[in-house]
């Protein structure tokens, strides 16, 4: 049993490593904000670890929490995952169809500097108040999170995880080497590309693994 677990452990955290770069990696206002601090070199180290935490959490409390809600409903369980797995279809035909046309992230180093609180109430309520965020971390991510055995459920949070604490660090310590390529229309649409593809075959892994059963 131990084998057979450890030979899951990478495609678990894989899968939470991709569903959660897809999901993040998008032109809106909490990645604009880590941009613009990382652009004028103000308080990046405390904007980059809440954002990252806060992914942390809000992940982790989606898994564990639709683990718990699901482990006595399989109905439910499949119901969820046959949801999710539209959702990604959804996502990723649209990643694809912003790959068509051109668009790019803005952003500016001006204006009037901010002080760690500040800057940090800012990025709370960028990453808080985004009902998106409830709907793509804590339900998206946690039931899809779920479907892992239990002992695997870890190495796809800590894949989650992974993927916003890199994106983040990227964005922050990286944005002015990285500014012209966010600015590139080119640049954004190749990406979306990839995320498009990428939701795409998580969509197709979650079919099947509806179909082959829990």
């Not at 204006?111 to 804590?138: E, I, K, M, W």
Request: glycine residues 10%; hydrophobic residues 55%; aromatic residues 8%.
């Amino acid at each position: 049993m131990m084998t057979y677990a450890a030979s899951q452990i990478l495609p678990a955290f894989l899968q939470g490593l991709a569903l959660s770069f897809g999901l993040i990696v998008a032109i809106g206002a909490q990645n604009a904000f880590v941009l613009r601090q990382g652009l004028r070199r103000e308080h990046v180290g405390s904007v980059v670890l809440f954002c990252a935490l806060a992914d942390a959490v809000l992940i982790t409390a989606g898994v564990m929490g639709m683990a718990q809600a699901l482990g006595g409903s399989p109905v439910l369980a499949r119901a969820l995952a046959v949801a999710g797995a539209a959702f990604l279809a959804v996502y990723g035909w649209q990643a694809l169809r912003r790959a068509r046309h051109a668009s790019r992230l803005k952003t500016s180093g001006d204006g009037p500097g901010l002080t760690r609180s500040a800057a940090l109430a800012q990025a709370a309520a960028f990453t808080l108040l985004n009902p998106h965020v409830y709907l793509d971390t804590v339900l998206l991510v946690g039931s899809i999170g779920a479907q892992q055995q239990a002992a695997l459920r870890v190495w796809f949070v800590a894949g989650a995880s992974a993927a916003s604490l890199c994106w983040f660090v990227l964005l922050g310590y990286g944005a002015r080497k990285l500014a012209p390529w966010f600015e590139r229309p080119s640049a954004w649409q190749v990406l979306d590309g990839l995320i498009g593809l990428t939701m795409l075959a998580l969509s197709a892994m979650l079919v099947r693994h509806v179909i082959t059963g829990f």
